[in-house]
Structure formats: C-alpha cells, structure tokens
C-alpha cells in the first residue's frame, strides 16, 4: 500500500496534538471554577470537561475528600478496575496505568444474559455480580447503566467485599439522577465521583479514570 500524500491546507487550525490539550485545559481553567471541590480533584474536573465540552459540568460534580488519594493509592497497589461497559474500559490509556492494571467488565460473560433475565434485570447489573470476587479493593467505575449503580450499592448493602473507590457517572432518563442520589445519600464509607443529574456515560468515567490513573496531565 502506498504512503498517503496530505490534503491541501484549507483551514487555519492548531494540529499539535500536545497544543491541543495544552489549550484545551487552559480553556476550562479560564471559564470553569472549582472551588467548591477538593483542591487534588482539579485535574480530575478538568479531564472530566474535556471530555464533554461541557464547563458547567463543574457545577454538578460531588467529589469525595479522598477520592483522589483512595483511587491512586489502590491503583498503585495493583488494583484492578472495574466497569459496567466495554466503552468505559476501551476508554482508558493503558499508558496511564501504574501497574499495568486489569481492567475488567464481565458484560460479554455468557452467564450475564442468563442471570439478567432470572433476576429481572439488565446484563449490565448482573455483570457486576460476576466479578464480585474482585471488587475488593477495586476501582469501580459505572458510566453507562444506572441498574448497575443501583446494583452495586444494592450488592455493598449486602455485604459484598468493599472497592477501594466509586466512580458513579450513569447517564440517561430514567434512573440515572435517582441512582447517583442514591450512591451520595448511601454513606458506605467508600469515596465516591458522581455528577448529579441525567449526565453521565462512558466518556465521563474513561476520563475520570485516566486522570485518577495518572496526575501528570499530558
């Protein structure tokens, strides 16, 4: 196959990659405040931001005071992450990673349909309960199906082994506010991330994961 020549240059625009981000982030610092989070969730904000477009996304971020610590403290241990969609976990820099962490979601497991449908709940649910073996310790990050959040807090009630940190950002419009209410009004002693609101999904959680992964921003 031949080298493929560029087109011509028609348009003005920054096209360093390292630019863009650099920019991208002095962008949401100028038009976005966090001052009502923890000053270590700064980059987190950010990341979170970029990921959406959306500045006023700050507003609706509840972060946890040891959120940070917690979620870098388990990843640098080994710590695997957990999720509730293969979006989430595609969305994550392996690069970022500390220890070359497993990142784990159980959606495709054969026996998800099978205990979605006795349990009278979504694959995405049932999924949860599949790697529960894991979860102690673990970094868990919901950011597509509120019956997961709602699942995983239902599964921690019962006494299921403790992850080290919550990310809880399921979108849509039925469920998703009510279960990151649910996931803040649940006191289980675990740092939480959520944002309230219908807002949420994988690109938020992958963001809120790599930026926990790693504080160095580029």
Same mark, same amino acid.
């Given at each position: 196959?031949?080298?493929? $020549? !560029?087109?011509?240059? /028609?348009?003005?625009?920054?096209?360093?990659?390292?630019?863009?981000?650099?920019?991208?982030?002095?962008?949401?610092?100028?038009?976005?405040?966090? @001052?009502?989070?923890? @000053?270590?969730?700064?980059?987190? $904000?950010? &990341?979170? +931001?970029?990921?959406?477009?959306?500045?006023?996304? #700050?507003?609706?971020?509840?972060?946890?005071?040891?959120?940070?610590?917690?979620? /870098? @403290?388990?990843?640098?241990?080994? $710590?695997?992450?957990? %999720?509730?969609?293969?979006?989430?976990?595609?969305?994550?820099?392996?690069? /970022?990673?500390?220890?070359?962490?497993?990142?784990?979601?159980?959606?495709?497991?054969? !026996?998800?349909?099978?205990?979605? &449908?006795?349990?009278?709940?979504? /694959?995405?649910?049932?999924?949860?309960?599949?790697?529960?073996?894991?979860?102690?310790?673990?970094?868990?990050?919901?950011?597509?199906?509120? %019956?997961?959040?709602?699942?995983?807090?239902?599964?921690?009630?019962?006494?299921?082994? !403790?992850?080290?940190?919550? #990310?809880? +950002?399921?979108?849509?419009?039925?469920?998703? @506010?009510?279960?990151?209410?649910?996931?803040?009004?649940?006191?289980?002693?675990?740092?939480?991330?959520?944002? !309230?609101? &219908?807002?949420?999904?994988?690109?938020?959680?992958?963001?809120?994961?790599?930026?926990?992964?790693?504080?160095?921003?580029?």
């Amino acid at each position: 196959m031949s080298t493929p $020549a !560029r087109p011509s240059r /028609r348009y003005d625009y920054v096209d360093d990659g390292t630019a863009i981000y650099v920019e991208s982030f002095a962008t949401i610092r100028r038009e976005a405040s966090f @001052a009502h989070l923890p @000053a270590d969730a700064e980059k987190v $904000a950010v &990341r979170m +931001v970029h990921g959406t477009g959306q500045t006023d996304l #700050v507003d609706d971020l509840v972060i946890h005071p040891d959120l940070v610590s917690a979620a /870098r @403290a388990a990843l640098e241990a080994g $710590a695997p992450i957990i %999720t509730d969609a293969h979006m989430v976990a595609s969305g994550v820099t392996r690069a /970022r990673l500390p220890k070359d962490n497993d990142v784990l979601c159980a959606l495709r497991d054969p !026996r998800a349909a099978g205990l979605a &449908r006795d349990w009278g709940t979504t /694959r995405s649910a049932a999924a949860l309960s599949l790697l529960e073996d894991r979860l102690g310790g673990s970094v868990v990050a919901i950011g597509n199906a509120p %019956t997961a959040l709602f699942h995983l807090l239902e599964m921690l009630h019962d006494g299921a082994p !403790r992850p080290a940190v919550i #990310v809880g +950002v399921p979108v849509g419009f039925v469920g998703a @506010a009510e279960s990151k209410d649910a996931l803040v009004a649940a006191d289980l002693g675990i740092p939480y991330l959520t944002v !309230r609101g &219908r807002r949420g999904g994988s690109a938020i959680a992958a963001s809120a994961l790599n930026a926990l992964a790693r504080e160095v921003e580029l």
